[in-house]
């Protein structure tokens, strides 16, 4: 019975003796039957189930489900910098408002731009974030804090009922520092709620001002829930990337070669013989293992073998591979290549192309920043003074302006072109190329004609 891909052939079969002695007259047809299963399963991402030992529910099953997002996105380079150029974009050249921006809003002199500059970060790696905000008895922010987003996790029905918290926050849930979870350790937050009442009841509940340790903001992109990671439907082709590197690595280290077997012949006068010559035979192996090995036997029979293992990898096979497993990762971020520096063999890319792109992607990254300005907006104005003069909670789009000094060839035939009006062309410069308005109209004066301009037509 063989099972491929979901399809199972049954064969049916009967043999004759071996010897020939009896020999059906009517032997048994073969029968072949396929079956083909209608099923197809699906994969549960993450689980969330509570964990009554800690008070929380599980981030996935093992509970480190973030921790486990941090570290693949760490070791694979392509999520690496897709993820880096995601969070510059939902960050953009910070928030429009100079005095909001260098604004300090914490004990630890961290300004809204640190903050906004951490949050974005978190926001591409997790699609979420976490800040620890204090409030005072009127309803008003006195502190605003980054706090890393896997630390955090979100306290159980029973916990809530029983405490009124909405979530722990821990610095090791992963266990790399201990071997168990310390209780002592976990910290206990409500909910974000500038409400009065709300903020009443909350330090009631804790026993008072002294034992009231603030509130979190929580902010999920997938609502009520712990987020799915931005990388998460390409995580077995993170970790492909991971392991093609390792095999990249593992070939340099072996002088790229193929695997062989040292066969010693007689026998070793005691082991610490014998790991002696094993030990010698690591200086062949590396980028600067030595190229020759000498060996002194006093007979023809005791001279080593080396049989070499054959290797039928194709190098080319895993060039396709690494490059379909990089375009993979990269379309799952909706990134443009030229912004990551990767080509497709076609060269360099000029300044026209790199705007475009920039211009793509400050598009598909709009939610994100207008999700951030509503959450900053609700902070600002809830500070206990005032951060923020104009009002303006915007993050300024990256801008990508191209060099009056160097301008691209399509910009050239545009604006020599003797059907385009000058009116038309300033627009362009002013518009699409950031020139000033002045400038160009030192270049295309009102009622100027185009000079300079020679145009053959066909007759």
Not at 78 to 83: E, I, K, L, S, Y
Not at 143 to 172: C, L, Q, W
Not at 300 to 322: G, H
Request: glycine fraction near 6%; proline fraction near 3%; hydrophobic fraction near 40%.
């Amino acid at each position: 019975m063989l099972d491929v891909q979901n399809s199972i052939f049954v064969i049916q079969y009967s043999f004759s003796p071996a010897n020939g002695s009896q020999i059906l007259k009517n032997p048994p047809i073969l029968k072949m039957r396929l079956l083909t299963s209608t099923r197809r399963d699906t994969t549960q991402r993450i689980t969330q189930r509570e964990n009554r030992v800690y008070g929380i529910v599980n981030y996935d099953e093992d509970n480190v489900y973030p921790q486990r997002i941090y570290a693949i996105t760490s070791s694979a380079p392509t999520a690496r910098n897709c993820v880096d150029t995601y969070g510059r974009f939902i960050g953009g050249a910070g928030f429009a408002d100079l005095t909001f921006y260098q604004a300090i809003v914490n004990s630890d002199c961290q300004t809204m731009d640190k903050i906004l500059s951490l949050v974005k970060k978190d926001m591409a790696r997790f699609r979420g974030f976490a800040l620890h905000v204090n409030v005072n008895a009127a309803g008003k922010i006195t502190d605003i804090f980054h706090v890393p987003f896997e630390h955090v996790r979100m306290a159980s029905e029973s916990r809530k009922n029983e405490s009124g918290f909405d979530y722990a926050t821990y610095a090791d849930w992963s266990r790399e520092k201990r071997n168990n979870i310390r209780t002592d350790l976990i910290t206990w937050f409500h909910a974000f709620d500038l409400a009065a009442d709300a903020i009443a009841a909350q330090v009631e509940s804790v026993g008072g001002w002294d034992k009231y340790k603030g509130q979190l903001l929580y902010v999920s992109m997938d609502e009520h829930s712990y987020p799915l990671a931005s990388c998460d439907a390409v995580m077995e082709s993170l970790y492909a990337e991971i392991q093609s590197d390792i095999r990249t690595t593992a070939n340099l280290q072996n002088n790229f070669s193929a695997k062989s077997i040292m066969v010693h012949k007689g026998k070793f006068a005691d082991e610490e013989a014998r790991a002696e010559f094993e030990t010698e035979l690591t200086a062949f192996i590396g980028p600067e293992g030595a190229d020759i090995i000498v060996v002194d036997v006093e007979n023809d029979e005791e001279v080593p073998e080396l049989i070499p293992i054959t290797n039928n990898a194709d190098d080319k096979l895993f060039e396709y591979t690494d490059t379909k497993l990089t375009n993979k990762i990269i379309r799952n971020f909706l990134i443009p290549k030229i912004l990551l520096s990767v080509t497709d063999g076609g060269g360099f890319f000029n300044q026209e192309q790199v705007r475009d792109a920039t211009m793509y992607y400050n598009m598909v990254t709009t939610e994100e920043r207008i999700m951030l300005e509503a959450i900053f907006k609700k902070l600002g104005e809830g500070f206990y003074k005032n951060i923020n003069p104009t009002a303006d909670y915007s993050i300024i789009p990256i801008e990508f302006k191209i060099s009056k000094a160097d301008p691209p060839e399509s910009l050239i035939q545009l604006l020599t072109n003797e059907y385009i009006s000058d009116a038309s062309k300033r627009n362009i410069l002013t518009v699409l190329y950031g020139v000033a308005e002045e400038d160009a109209i030192k270049i295309y004066p009102d009622g100027s004609t185009n000079v300079g301009v020679t145009q053959t037509r066909k007759t």
